[in-house]
């Protein structure tokens, strides 16, 4: 079993294993359902959506820009390599692999991806 954290800035890092899925934003409305917000004008109201992908030999994070189906006004950067952005549509559609210690840029906030390992002690390897 795994646990699956994101740290956002220098923020202490929030569990998000019973998430499946989530999108970090700057706007709260139900119809986003943004579980994380950052109180940001260069994010956009939706700006990135992430889900778990809790396979037991690859546990990893899968990331799109903006909510799926268009992309954010600021891309979203994997690891200062992979730009994801609102005019690569089909790049958006696919999503990006996010694993454990990789680091994506929202405009101007870094979010820590982590993956933990929970030992049958219920310990986790964080």
Known sequence: MHEFYIQIDKLNPVEVTNLKAFRIGRIFTKEREIKFIINDRTISATHCTVSLVNDNKNPHFW???????TGSKNKTVVNGLRSLDGSAVQETDKGCPVYHG????????TVKFMVSKVTDEGNSTL
């Not at 990789?102 to 906030?109: G, L, Q, R």
């Open 63 to 69: 990331i799109w820009d903006g909510d799926g189906k």
């Open 102 to 109: 990789d680091f994506v840029n929202i405009a101007n906030h």
